[in-house]
């Protein structure tokens, strides 16, 4: 089993890797079942002595793969093909795989629950506004794009309207074609076979 030693603190100080896992696991579900909260991630990180964002981050991984996992009802033999590619000891992907088996239902009842909950796409308009002076500057030219999102939850339709400049968007845009591009690489389908 590895362990985590921070170099500015005592030697006393060690974690056994597993015990970490075991409580990030733990910090997990309760995230599934109250939502995230950052005191618990802070809690964490102060008795690892680690950045929040690290226990954080390990949290979400977590809660994701247990997600995804049980969305799909993988067998025992495509979590533990999942897991193993983390590079984790045998002992510790035991440890999730035990996690999985056990809050399996519970994960997908949650799970449910948030899908019926959540609103969903139906429509988007959007249009290109410029400033092109103002009283202070006489020659200027301020690109603004609006979008207005419309959603439906059940019977219940709404709309969002969203304002950005097209630096910012075309940020979101490059983001989501990484993500997409990540999707398509042969570790990512490896794992989503698995999932599936």
């Not at 599934?32 to 979400?60: C, D, N, T």
Request: hydrophobic letters at 40%; a positive charge.
């Amino acid at each position: 089993t590895g362990v985590v030693i921070d170099s500015d603190h005592k030697p006393e100080q060690v974690f056994c890797f597993s015990s970490v896992v075991e409580e990030f696991g733990h910090i997990a579900l309760e995230s599934l079942r109250r939502g995230s909260s950052p005191k618990i991630y802070e809690s964490a990180a102060k008795k690892l002595f680690v950045p929040m964002e690290m226990v954080q981050h390990g949290v979400e991984g977590l809660v994701f793969l247990l997600m995804e996992s049980s969305k799909h009802m993988i067998s025992e033999v495509n979590f533990l093909d999942c897991v193993l590619v983390l590079g984790f000891s045998e002992e510790v992907n035991r440890f999730l795989l035990k996690l999985y088996q056990e809050h399996q239902g519970q994960i997908r009842t949650i799970m449910k629950q948030l899908i019926c909950s959540q609103p969903t796409y139906q429509n988007l308009e959007w249009r290109l506004d410029v400033q092109l002076a103002s009283r202070l500057l006489r020659q200027q030219i301020v690109p603004t794009v609006v979008t207005r999102l419309f959603l439906t939850s059940g019977t219940d339709s709404s709309s969002r309207v969203l304002q950005t400049d097209p630096r910012t968007l075309l940020h979101i845009i490059y983001t989501l074609e990484a993500a997409l591009a990540a999707v398509k690489t042969s570790h990512t389908r490896r794992i989503l076979r698995n999932i599936k």
